[in-house]
């Protein structure tokens, strides 16, 4: 398989759906809908949506079923990057290659932004009859034993001298359970069987701290291009802990090619509609090599 | 039935159940916790959550069933003061006589334990395997087409000068939605029969704006204690519109009351199980007295 036109066709269908999720009250003020669709149409890689359907598809399900959940999850990671990029947190500018939200909209309407993305996405899922333990798992995902749990950490951290085991329960909540949630989702939405469960929970773990690895190493040596940020090597400047710095380049680069083989090993019980979950993996880790 | 003791009573029983929910991963940082607990047990009137239990009580149903969703609405309510009082929306330093959330933690935390409490709040509606069309209503009315709409409008309104349609869009917004969400979600924990929930929805839009009405007169007229704010009068010295510097003192009066005796006659099809919800809307606008 082709996994470049795999992902850029998912992402396409996102991108659609996502666009028509967005019905407000009329009511709605404009400026706050403008802010929205400012960062939800930036054009992100959508790994999480597509994450969630490759996983509902490798279980037999239907891309049609998974649609709200994966747009859900797009609005999730939109709402934490406005949050994270705002002055109180680590104040950057710029933003896959545009000014941040708050710089556009001012800091009180991205918090409002953030906010209102956060609500709609479980607006979304609960309109469209997700099941509850789908809901509950992205909650989880989302907030203080979550995402938001782990920003709350890299807040502290800012400054201090961090150990690799201080790292990883960072990216562990951080990025981690969120990217889970998203895989175990999406197999959920097939009535996926235990088995298969247990092994795409394991493929999440992996996958979602490889990915980790593979964007501190971006930040370290991608060009402004590819990371969209100001410049590179902005995570030093802040002196926030990452894997480079910590392992070394290389041993990074090793971890996160093991961490996909252990993926892609966990996926054994699935046949070849399990392979766009292998690329997927295997893509993750060599954007960075 | 005595107004005071009932409200006191159901008080208690949800920052019972709140403290309870509040059981996050042992892998959340405990200084996230404590900026959620902080401004959580601060010991607000938990009238959201009361009216839900009300609600649900006059359909018939059973206070038990209607307390998640009574506490996820506290959580939601609870989020949005710590957002509104940031230095980039109200900027105030005192809430409920205490200092600010952010005065406390710092603006990063801030906004990261109101974000923790609107994901969990939602997580614990999922949990306890809330009915798609009740999170629904919730989380329409905390969206960009209600709470977080409002606040939105309040923000673009600030130094301007407003009218009363303007004003009362704003509230209808920023107050209206979650409290007649509240009142009707816990009727919809009951089962409620259409001609109950139609009542109910007309009784939350009457209550949710006389509430904010008197707030307004509170606000001009209370002492400190009472607002529990900096200041008497801090509205109108952001310049910030309302109801008594639009219409008047004793016209914002009149149409409180005129409002209670609306949300009142819309019970008509309740017997003495709707006393509560009476005594309730009375109690909201005799503050203001």
Redesign the interface.
């Known amino acids: 398989m082709n996994i470049k036109s795999y992902l850029e066709k998912k992402r396409e269908r996102v991108n659609r759906a996502l666009a028509g999720y967005l019905d ?2 009329p ?3 404009p ?3 403008e802010a ?1 669709q400012y960062s939800l149409e930036a054009g992100g890689k959508r790994i999480r949506s597509i994450l969630a359907m490759a996983s509902c598809e490798a279980c037999g399900g239907e891309e049609e079923k998974v649609l709200p959940v994966a747009c859900a999850l797009e609005m999730i990671h939109t ?1 934490s990057l406005i ?1 994270d990029d ?4 680590d104040n950057d500018d710029l933003r896959r290659g545009r000014p941040t939200n708050h710089k556009v909209f ?7 932004a ?3 993305l ?3 996405a ?2 979304l ?3 469209t ?2 099941p ?2 789908v ?2 798992a992205i ?2 995902g ?5 995402m ?2 782990g ?3 890299d ?2 951290a800012e400054g201090k001298k961090l150990n690799i085991q201080d790292l990883e ?1 960072i990216h ?2 951080k990025t981690g359970r969120l990217i889970a949630a998203s895989v175990t989702s999406g197999a959920r939405m097939a009535n996926a069987a235990p088995g298969q469960l247990e092994g795409l929970q394991k493929y999440g773990q992996a996958v979602g701290l490889a990915f980790q690895i593979a964007d501190d190493i971006l930040n370290v040596e991608g060009s402004p291009k590819e990371t969209g940020k100001q410049k590179t090597g902005s995570d030093q400047k802040r002196s926030k802990a990452a894997y480079p710095g910590l392992l070394g380049l290389e041993p990074s680069r090793t971890k996160a090619n093991r961490l996909v083989e252990e993926a892609i090993a966990s996926l054994s019980i699935f046949d070849d509609r399990g392979d766009p979950l292998r690329e997927i993996a295997r893509f993750i880790v060599a954007r960075s090599h």
């Open positions: 407000f009250s009511e709605t003020p400026r706050l809908k929205i709402f949050h705002l002055p109180a947190m001012g800091d009180g309407m991205a918090v409002l953030g906010d209102g956060l609500a709609h479980f607006w899922l609960a309109k009859g997700t509850a333990e809901m509950e909650a989880w989302t907030g203080p034993s979550g938001v749990g920003q709350a950490l807040l502290q329960r562990r909540l």
